[in-house]
């Protein structure tokens, strides 16, 4: 779920800066038992979820690559409170042809 928690927002900046990263950048925070945000991780590419933020209005990575050429970068309307639900499935293919699929609960 995209959620707007500006302590987060302003730590993950300070964090870019003071960190000197660029371009696709992910961090991993947890609310402690105070509701204080703590780092659980930084990984300086691109995440899986960045898909979410697209559909939610902030496409990271094509602004990445905006960054990199050195063109302006798009506005985001971030579209607080999206969701991405994942599940796992499958299809069955035999000879070419669908013949089954597999379902299963929502993660």
């Known amino acids: 779920k995209v959620e ?15 960190l000197k ?10 609310l402690d038992e105070e509701g204080r945000p703590n ?3 930084c990984n300086p590419r691109i ?3 960045m898909s979410l933020s697209t559909f939610a209005g902030a496409n ?3 602004s990445a690559l905006k960054l990199l050429l050195d063109e302006d970068l798009p506005e985001f309307d971030v579209k607080w409170g999206t969701e991405l639900i994942r599940y796992w499935g499958g299809l069955f293919i035999r000879d070419g042809k ?3 699929e597999l379902k299963s609960l929502k993660v």
């Not at 987060?8 to 870019?16: H, M, P």
């Not at 660029?22 to 925070?29: D, I, K, P």
């Open 21 to 30: 990263l660029s371009y696709a950048v992910g961090f991993q925070f947890k």
């Open 98 to 100: 669908v013949v089954g």
């Open 47 to 49: 995440q899986g979820t």
């Open 60 to 62: 990271i990575i094509y």
């Open 39 to 41: 780092v659980l991780e």
């Open 4 to 18: 707007k928690h500006d302590e987060i927002i302003e730590y993950t900046k300070s964090l870019i800066k003071e």
